[in-house]
């Protein structure tokens, strides 16, 4: 068995305990780089939890190679199950191909006529500037559905489902589900509720305007500018993942989501976007909120404190920076 192994870190002390652990084993393995060719690999193990899973589909588009996420964190993962403390005991397995695979759709996207990468969790289409208002029409399958103006509208896959799309009171869909959802987030029209189509849709985003530019975020990462049009498709090749565990991560994502409401009420709103940003990003450090929050510093150091003292966050002494603190929230 050959395994290929991506990891943004080349010399990172987890690289060199994971491929330890496999050639305890016998298992051949080696480290993929920018330029490196997915041939007789079996099992392609990405190490950092789901956001690195999603950063590895990005720029693998046409592999059908299944990938096992490894966290190096001890935050859960949806489609990293594997703590890589553990990782060590699923060796075995590993090497047996004791393992299921999950096919995850993903949405081919093409911006005003051009391709972009595929999205694992989501597409949103939204102004540059918040507060204002964005005028689209949506088509399915040919057939206009609305023409509304709203906040902005959101695109999930089911796996996607449960993060942006859920907050801006989309359902929650189960992994199993060959559908999209399509949220208008904050419609001007009262009535206007949630769809849920087939993923063999042909959505279309036409028409788009607003007093600012308006733009495509992908997975809640890069941001494209957009003149007119979004088209949203089921892209060929699925993301493939490696499950070694037999939970239910639509009903456990759920009862999570659930009981993490009735907790936000209660916090400050500082404190919830922390905690929104850490569920939906993973690990990051003080610096690195601040930026994916625009907050000021000294907010985002009294908000840490307020979910610390909750028992929400926890930190941790970064292995590459012992004077850096990593925040996470614990499984």
Not at 171 to 190: A, E, H, R
Not at 210 to 228: A, H, N, P, T, Y
Not at 253 to 265: G, I, R, S, T
Request: charged content about 25%.
């Amino acid at each position: 068995m050959r395994i290929a192994i991506s990891s943004q870190e080349q010399d990172d002390q987890t690289v060199k305990f994971i491929k330890a652990s496999l050639e305890s084993h016998g298992i051949d393995s080696y480290l993929l780089g920018n330029k490196s060719v997915l041939k007789d690999i079996e099992c392609v193990i990405v190490i950092g939890g789901d956001r690195e899973i999603r950063n590895y589909f990005h720029k693998v588009l046409d592999s059908a190679t299944p990938v096992l996420g490894v966290n190096v964190s001890e935050s859960s993962g949806f489609m990293a199950q594997l703590d890589f403390k553990e990782f060590p005991t699923y060796v075995k397995r590993l090497k047996n191909k004791d393992f299921t695979v999950e096919e995850v759709t993903r949405i081919g996207i093409k911006i005003d006529g051009k391709s972009v990468y595929p999205a694992l969790n989501d597409v949103a289409i939204f102004p540059s500037k918040s507060a204002m208002l964005m005028e689209h029409v949506l088509r399915v399958n040919g057939e206009e559905v609305w023409h509304d103006s709203s906040d902005g509208v959101i695109i999930s896959t089911p796996i996607g489902s449960s993060a942006y799309s859920m907050s801006a009171g989309g359902p929650v869909i189960f992994q199993d589900s060959k559908v999209f959802g399509i949220v208008s987030v904050n419609s001007l029209d009262t009535t206007r509720r949630p769809l849920v189509v087939s993923e063999n849709s042909l959505v279309e985003l036409d028409g788009i305007s607003s007093r600012l530019r308006c733009e495509v975020i992908l997975d809640g990462k890069d941001r494209f500018k957009v003149e007119k049009l979004v088209t949203c498709t089921k892209f060929a090749q699925t993301a493939n993942i490696v499950r070694m565990k037999k939970d239910s991560t639509a009903i456990s994502a759920l009862a999570k989501k659930v009981q993490l409401a009735e907790d936000l009420l209660n916090m400050p709103p500082s404190s919830k976007l922390l905690l929104k940003t850490l569920e939906y990003e993973g690990s990051l450090t003080q610096k690195e909120l601040a930026v994916k929050t625009l907050l000021p510093d000294r907010t985002v150091r009294l908000g840490m404190r307020h979910l610390l003292e909750k028992g929400y966050v926890k930190k941790r002494v970064s292995l590459r920076d012992t004077r850096q603190r990593i925040y996470e929230i614990p499984k």
